[in-house]
């Protein structure tokens, strides 16, 4: 296995080169990393040293870095929040997780965070819908770093309700900066 990764990162290496002299601006690299699978120790040795030699040659020329970290994070916290990444893509927080957007936001203090909305709440009531939303603002404020997505696969029948009351909360109540009394 660690001949395969060595392989593969010799074979992105000129990768990095090539996407640092392209017109993106905005690059992923990487993700899926299960803390509970890999741990802490090949977290260490294995995954940083590559975001960093990627973020070594896409911070020059003014790209910006990201990784998808969803999952359990708390093993994680800070090594993701030393790791150069400017945003964090996919970041699931409680109840699909072990990590509160709040406790994100405190451990990762430069990453955007582009959250999934807690794929376990998109099966409830409109209501219970509509009050994690308005937690999750809580916990972004004052909003300037985190984007609320879906990236998990939501049952079809479930998109008018989950959707709609999602988005009616976000419009409602996402003005920058945002204010979390008001919510």
């Known amino acids: 296995m660690i001949a395969l990764h060595q392989a593969m990162t010799e074979n992105l290496r000129p990768l990095w080169e090539i996407v640092a002299a392209s017109p993106a601006r905005v690059v992923q690299s ?16 294995f995954v940083l040293p590559h975001l960093e030699e990627a973020a070594d040659a896409l911070h020059h020329p003014g790209k910006l870095l990201g990784s998808q970290l969803d999952a359990d994070s ?22 699909d997780t072990d990590m509160s957007l709040a406790q994100a936001r405190a ?26 939303t308005r937690q999750l603002l809580r916990e972004a404020a004052p ?11 939501l049952p079809e029948e479930r998109w008018g309700v989950s959707f709609s009351t999602i988005l009616q909360i976000l419009s409602e109540c996402s003005r920058l900066p945002i204010r979390p009394e008001s919510l």
């Open 143 to 153: 909003g300037d770093r985190t984007i609320v997505g879906i990236t998990e696969n």
């Open 74 to 95: 708390q093993l994680r916290a800070a090594e993701a929040g030393a790791a150069p990444l400017d945003w964090i893509e996919a970041f699931s927080p409680a109840p």
């Open 30 to 45: 990487g993700g899926n990393y299960a803390p509970s699978v890999l741990g802490r120790e090949r977290l260490i040795e």
């Open 107 to 132: 451990a990762w203090l430069g990453e955007v965070l582009f959250l999934n909305f807690p794929s376990a709440v998109d099966l409830k009531n409109p209501q219970a819908i509509a009050a994690t």
